[in-house]
């Protein structure tokens, strides 16, 4: 009776989250996602029961027949859809949570080759879009989700959504997140904008001397340097804009 409800369950959240899903028997034969979830409740029981050559095979044999690989040693909460499925990498020691969707091209990874938790956790409610990779010991909060194409390398509270290489917060608890500081840019050009504001901190404190100064002329030459200096923020917030 545990087994079909499990199947039932299963069945109905595809049901209720994919609107291409027209009927029971087009989930029950058409979905791989669905039968590779199926197919590591087998795995996983061999490999918690030290059968871990039989667990690897049957993964195996899974991802042959459904593109997606899950390890047996991961742990996978109920209601996972994984909604095209082709190309879903789940590592060792990732664990996910209750009603989470994964879409095509996803990977749970590993970072280095250390032992232990070396696999993101994943919580309850989570949406993970195509193509998106979420790297190493972190967690995704409840209810967050992650933009297709992402690449996820710290913790992200929950609510939030994330996009970018690496990704960065656009939203959480439903309000837009505006990066000020380009400290909180984790990308290849944090450093040049970080550099490109200290250069404007400092003309602006030149600025700031030369029109105290007593000096007529170099009043009318700081006035010149007022609008270099302009013309460089504006530079710095389109720099900035793209880095976004």
């Known amino acids: 009776?545990?087994?079909?409800?499990?199947?039932?369950?299963?069945?109905?959240?595809?049901?209720?989250?994919?609107?291409?899903?027209?009927?029971?028997?087009?989930?029950?034969?058409?979905?791989?996602?669905?039968?590779?979830?199926?197919?590591?409740?087998?795995?996983?029981?061999?490999?918690?029961?030290?059968?871990?050559?039989?667990?690897?095979?049957?993964?195996?044999?899974?991802?042959?027949?459904?593109?997606?690989?899950?390890?047996?040693?991961?742990?996978?909460?109920?209601?996972?859809?994984?909604?095209?499925?082709?190309?879903?990498?789940?590592?060792?020691?990732?664990?996910?949570?209750?009603?989470?969707?994964?879409?095509?091209?996803?990977?749970?990874?590993?970072?280095?080759?250390?032992h232990g938790k070396r696999h993101p956790t994943v919580c309850d409610g989570v949406f993970i879009g195509n193509n998106a990779n979420v790297l190493g010991n972190i967690t995704v909060g409840e209810n967050s989700r992650v933009g297709a194409g992402s690449v996820v390398l710290s913790d992200v509270p929950p609510n939030s959504t994330v996009v970018g290489v690496p990704a960065h917060i656009i939203y959480r608890n439903g309000q837009r997140m505006l990066i000020t500081d380009p400290h909180d840019i984790k990308d290849p050009l944090s450093d040049a904008l970080i550099a490109l504001a200290a250069r404007v901190e400092e003309l602006e404190e030149r600025l700031g001397g030369e029109l105290r100064s007593p000096d007529p002329f170099a009043a009318e030459e700081a006035e010149r340097n007022a609008y270099r200096v302009e013309l460089e923020r504006l530079r710095v917030y389109v720099s900035m804009g793209e880095g976004i």
């Open 1 to 114: 009776m545990a087994l079909f409800s499990r199947i039932r369950e299963d069945i109905n959240s595809i049901m209720e989250r994919d609107p291409a899903a027209r009927s029971w028997l087009e989930v029950l034969l058409c979905y791989p996602g669905l039968w590779a979830v199926w197919i590591h409740l087998v795995s996983h029981a061999l490999w918690t029961s030290k059968l871990c050559l039989p667990a690897r095979i049957l993964s195996q044999v899974a991802r042959f027949f459904t593109g997606v690989d899950i390890h047996p040693g991961a742990l996978l909460g109920r209601r996972l859809f994984i909604d095209h499925a082709t190309g879903v990498v789940v590592g060792e020691t990732a664990i996910v949570g209750s009603d989470v969707t994964m879409y095509q091209g996803v990977t749970l990874g590993g970072t280095g080759k250390g």
